[in-house]
């Protein structure tokens, strides 16, 4: 839904403002934009985002795989895709962030490399050959040819 069918009270709602910005964000495949609306969101409006992160996580990751050479900081994508933020009043960077984008970059398939100053990279070359959706950890195997339908139906329905 667009903000043309909106009544102009609704368009002035803090909420219904930070949606709109946020449809136009995945939309338009804005992932700097959608995670900087994912830091400020009010209400539960975080809980709608969720739907949509690891989704604009691997557009942006495959895109900045695409587009920089040779390395990008992991620090950088860490801040950039919501995993880490700086303390407020302070340049240390959150390692438990820091960490989590590291494991989901490993998920996803990402080459690591680490710089001369021990700071983690992507490469950005090898990476874009390689990143991938995991399938999801919880979903079920459909490779059992014994599961049909059919012989399911028949064996439940004595």
């Known amino acids: 839904m667009s903000g043309k069918r909106l009544t102009e009270e609704a368009k002035k709602n803090k909420a219904v403002k930070h949606a709109l910005a946020v449809r136009a964000a ?3 495949g804005n992932y700097v934009m959608f995670f900087k609306l994912y830091k400020t969101a009010p209400n539960l409006n975080t809980c709608l985002m969720d739907l949509y992160v690891e989704k604009m996580r ?3 990751v495959n895109c900045m795989s695409r587009s920089y050479r040779p390395t990008v900081p992991v620090s950088y994508i860490a801040e950039v895709l919501g995993f880490s933020s700086t ?3 302070n340049d240390q960077k959150d390692s438990d962030g820091l960490e989590e984008c590291v494991e989901w970059l490993k998920a996803h398939g990402a080459c ?3 710089d001369s100053i021990g700071e983690m990279q992507l490469d950005t070359k090898a990476s874009s050959s390689s990143l991938c959706i995991p399938e999801p950890e919880d979903a079920v195997s459909h490779v059992d040819a014994s599961l049909a339908v059919n ?3 028949t064996r439940t329905s004595l």
């Open 151 to 153: 012989d399911f139906l």
């Open 112 to 114: 690591l490399t680490v």
């Open 87 to 89: 303390v407020e009043g």
């Open 58 to 60: 691997y557009k942006a």
């Open 26 to 28: 995945v939309t338009s």
